[in-house]
């Protein structure tokens, strides 16, 4: 059964019908608790079937050519070490969690990593640090990470401090809720409430003026604020859409109420002084885009439980900050 309704208007942004969700999650009884466990997916006919891409779309996945990585590079630099470095999560379903019993990382973000991983070295082989959203800027400057795969938005404020190849997905802000409230419907009830939120997201800057008055608790994972929300530490949870529905499947205990309220645009971070390796970057973006493997990971993903087919990509540099 599908869980997300999904539709696309403007410039490639995504409205995503969360009440949607809320209705689909409590009807299919889907979940697990606190997502210490993969969850079951309805997946996409020969995409995996069960929420995982299919091994015929890495087969098939371009690969760069010498002259495309020139000596002394980044790119020569991970080639010559085998594997891509990246910073993400292992706990967001649909996106990036380690499967409990074959130990892989699944989801549209740990996907795309990989076939990064491919174009650069023949080989889906990607090592993954585990990181909040507060230290991302500071393990890119330091070169601790080759690029951040993690829902990583784009903003201007953030651009000044790291670089972004993409946008490659877009979504938006939404509100989280223990699945007995019946008292909060959108984010204009969060106004005089105690909001919980993921430290250094757009959610901190956003809320003042969509919900005047509501008060600020920031956790810096995921797992740490969703784990706050059922232990009614805060009235609600504002995060991107996409981790709130991941995290309502696997947490039986909440919900996603209303429409998204922003429109975000993700990048993958890099290195602010390697503009070499973001041009990389943006040029494979494009050729999996043209090619149809950035739609197949998509319907083999987040697909899975949405309706539809893959929505077109947002265009490359289209995000101010991008």
């Known amino acids: 059964m599908s869980i997300l309704k999904m539709s696309f208007t ?9 009440t949607a969700v809320a209705v689909a999650l409590a009807a299919t009884g889907c979940g697990g608790d606190s997502g210490s466990s ?25 690969v760069a050519t010498d002259a495309d990585i020139p000596a002394g590079s980044t790119m020569d630099a991970i080639r010559k070490r085998g594997y891509l470095n990246i910073g993400g999560s292992l706990d967001a379903p649909l996106l990036a969690q380690q499967n409990p019993v074959s130990g ?17 070295i023949g080989k889906p082989e990607v090592k993954t640090t585990t990181i909040g959203t507060q230290t991302r800027e500071a393990m890119l400057q330091a070169k601790s990470v080759d690029a951040v795969f993690q829902t990583y938005t784009i903003t ?17 802000l939404a509100v989280g809720v223990r699945k007995d409230d019946t ?18 997201t757009p959610a901190v800057t956003a809320l003042p003026s969509a919900a005047p008055g509501s008060k600020q608790i920031a956790f810096g994972t995921d797992p740490q604020a969703l784990q706050a929300l059922l232990q009614k ?10 981790l709130l529905a991941s995290g309502a499947k696997a947490n039986p205990g909440m919900k996603v109420v209303g429409e998204p309220f922003t429109t975000e645009a993700y990048g993958i971070g890099l290195n602010r002084e390697d503009a070499q390796f973001k041009e990389f970057v943006n040029n494979w973006l494009k050729k999996i885009q043209a090619d149809g493997t950035w739609a197949k990971v998509w319907e083999g993903t987040l697909g899975s439980v949405v ?16």
């Not at 309805?42 to 995996?48: D, F, I, S, T, Y």
């Not at 530490?233 to 996409?242: E, I, L, N, P």
């Open 307 to 322: 309706e539809g087919g893959a929505p077109t990509p947002p265009a490359l540099g289209s995000a101010d900050g991008s």
């Open 156 to 172: 201007p404020q953030r651009a000044t401090q790291v670089a972004f190849a993409g946008p490659y997905l877009t979504s938006g």
């Open 38 to 62: 993969a969850p079951k997916l309805p997946g996409n006919p020969g995409l995996g079937g069960d929420g995982v891409v299919a091994q015929s779309v890495y087969d098939a996945a371009p």
């Open 233 to 242: 530490r805060g009235d609600a949870y504002v995060q991107d859409f996409t």
């Open 104 to 120: 892989t990382i699944e989801g549209f973000d740990a996907d795309m990593a990989k076939l990064l991983a491919k174009y650069i």
């Open 183 to 200: 008292s909060i419907k959108s984010v204009k009830d969060l106004a005089g409430k105690t909001v919980i939120v993921g430290a250094n």
């Open 10 to 18: 403007g410039r490639r942004s995504l409205a995503l019908t969360a």
